[in-house]
């Protein structure tokens, strides 16, 4: 070997493209038995559409097994080759593994795709490799290919039109008539639904949204003045636009605001704003849903659209106000943490700050740092994590190098099984990190809460939303007595001008503040839609039976109703799948039959098969 040769069983691009082509030939033939030998005994599958038409894993190579020969014949995946524009293969350590980490493009019957593998490769070993971890997606539709790269529109028109309209005028008129011929309707344009919204643009899909708020980026505008986002910027971009490397690391809510806002601008959004949806009805023969808006003008408008998305995330947007005793007796101010702007009005005011999860550990400091005499009451056990270094540690993969979009794969990639003990493994090294933080916070009488099954903060967004606070000065406050804590166990009932303890001790304040959270998706469903509808979907956010966010950006039981929501990573992953479901769908591609075996995980990682689903 001279010195400009790469020995091939050290060199990831090697050891990758071997294995590539043997497991390629073989997925092309169909050979389903030579397939799964390249799976270790310990093994995962996920597909994201390519196979599966869904969000599907399968665990373990008899489950595996059922998942190919279900899908294979159907799917006809073929041309599996190197990835095009995608990071490199290379060498790393993963949950105490020795991988390679590499990405493939395939096409299917549909389509094109790209997989992700996690291959177990010991250094120098000339053995042959084994998957550990593999992900196949879908990402375009042959035919509907996006309009971007060198598919991208030459703007001709505009250069050789001299006497008609020009590109403003184009637009200006694209949205005052983008409730004509509207194939979907997104209600919200947060970061859900303007990346959804982007993502079938590029698919020539005719898509109006619609928002409540005077202004794109007011639902993060609006909220308290303090507020930044808790995890770093390399993981928070949009599909197309990623942010300036000019930008903090930890992006404030009103300079995201302003970002959502030239973000529709630039894509070319259609967006109806001061315009709330009030109602809906769906028609099963015509396969269609008629839509009552409200225009800021308070004229009605009806539109009638195949596709329905509600993009206002995993909550409702309706307050979670509990039935708390004697609250309708207290004669102060009680605002909900969502009616809450700034603590500077309350300076040498009392405050009773009520829940400790985000938002109320947020609003205590904020008020805290304005002057305000606070306190802290706590409702249940709480998750603390320092963030810095803590916090950002689940997100640590985003700021190895690789582009977003390619990280975006290893994150879809990896398994239930594999995440909860990699969050479990975090979650005790965060609580080394941060012990004297939660000792000084247990001193305090703070209770809290990691989980039933340890797995931190980030399993708690995933499961339910919240439970957590990602401290950025609140529980220093709190260890050093700055701001007050109480227990709600210790309070008998709100009085007029206060609470009245069960010590009989009565405490004034001048503000309550419920941090209290919002409502289920379910929930404000129910309102637009009607009870058959909500009951029909069912709850909405939390894992699914295949440890997929439940009902979001996935088929709902009610066909033509979508939901999207969730962090901005979340909303650049899925927003492609969802796009593709749809653009599917209003082509009429249907998934193709299989006889695919539903999987379910228990939470010990185990795997059932539920034959016939």
């Known amino acids: 070997m001279t010195s400009n040769q790469t020995d091939p069983a050290t060199d990831p691009d090697e050891v990758y493209f071997a294995w590539l082509r043997r497991f390629g030939d073989a997925l092309e033939r169909q050979d389903v038995a030579e397939v799964l030998g390249s799976f270790a005994e310990e093994s995962y599958w996920k597909d994201a559409l390519a196979f599966t038409w869904g969000y599907r894993t399968f665990g373990g190579r008899s489950d595996i097994e059922a998942g190919l020969r279900a899908t294979i014949a159907a799917t006809r995946p073929r041309n599996v080759r190197k990835a095009s524009g995608r990071t490199s293969a290379r060498l790393v350590r993963r949950s105490a593994k020795d991988v390679i980490e590499a990405y493939f493009d395939f096409d299917t019957a549909v389509g094109t795709g790209t997989g992700f593998v996690r291959l177990l490769h010991q250094p120098g070993s000339t053995a042959e490799p ?232 947020d609003i205590a400091q904020d008020l805290c740092s304005n002057g305000a005499e606070v306190t802290l009451m706590q409702r249940s056990p709480t998750c603390v994590v320092s963030l810095i270094p803590c916090g950002t540690m689940v997100y640590a993969v985003y700021s190895e190098g690789p582009p977003a979009d390619d990280v975006d794969l290893v994150t879809a990639a990896i398994p239930f099984p594999v995440l909860q003990s990699s969050y479990q493994f975090l979650t005790r090294k965060t609580c080394d990190l941060d012990q004297a ?76 503040v419920l941090a209290t959270g919002y409502r289920d998706q379910q929930d404000g469903i129910r309102a637009m839609l009607g009870d058959e509808i909500a009951d029909k979907v069912g709850p909405v956010w939390g894992f699914d039976e295949n440890y997929i966010m439940r009902n979001v950006w996935q088929r709902t039981a009610q066909e033509g109703l979508w939901i999207a929501g969730g962090s901005l990573l979340d909303c650049r992953l899925y927003s492609r799948f969802l796009s593709l479901l749809i653009k599917a769908d209003l082509e009429g591609i249907s998934a193709p039959e299989t006889a695919l075996p539903s999987t379910r995980y228990d939470t010990t990682g185990r795997t059932t098969i539920l034959e016939g689903a």
């Open 130 to 361: 084994r998957v550990w971890i593999l992900l196949t997606t879908l990402q375009e539709l042959r035919d509907f290919e996006p309009r971007t790269g060198g598919r991208r529109p030459s703007g001709l028109q505009y250069s050789h039109n001299f006497a008609g309209d020009n590109w403003a005028d184009e637009r200006r008129k694209a949205v005052e008539s983008a409730n004509e011929g509207v194939d979907v309707l997104i209600v919200g344009a947060g970061q859900a639904g303007l990346a959804l919204a982007a993502r079938l643009g590029q698919l020539d899909v005719k898509t109006l949204l619609v928002e409540k708020n005077p202004r794109v980026g007011d639902n993060w505008r609006n909220r308290y003045h303090s507020l930044t986002l808790h995890n770093e910027v390399w993981s928070n971009h949009l599909p197309y636009l990623p942010f300036p490397d000019t930008w903090p690391a930890f992006v404030p809510k009103d300079k995201l605001a302003d970002w959502l806002e030239s973000y529709a601008e630039t894509m070319e959004l259609n967006v109806w704003t001061s315009t709330e949806a009030e109602s809906a009805g769906y028609d099963r023969e015509a396969g269609s849903w008629t839509v009552r808006l409200r225009r800021g003008d308070g004229s009605i408008r009806d539109v009638t659209v195949p596709h329905l998305v509600l993009a206002t995330g995993g909550t409702s947007g309706v307050p979670n106000v509990p039935a708390l005793p004697g609250l309708d007796d207290y004669e102060g101010t009680v605002l909900h943490s969502g009616r809450f702007t700034s603590g500077v009005p309350y300076a040498g005011k009392r405050a009773l700050v009520v829940g400790t999860g985000t938002s109320g550990h």
């Open 437 to 512: 933080l939660l000792d000084g916070l247990s001193a305090r009488g703070f209770k809290l809460d990691f989980g039933t099954d340890v797995t931190g903060f980030h399993m708690m967004y995933l499961r339910k939303g919240g439970g957590y606070y990602i401290n950025v000065g609140a529980s220093d406050l709190i260890v050093s007595g700055e701001i007050a804590l109480m227990q709600a166990d210790e309070y008998e009932t709100f009085v007029a001008r206060g609470i009245r303890l069960k010590s009989a001790e009565v405490r004034d304040y001048d503000l309550v």
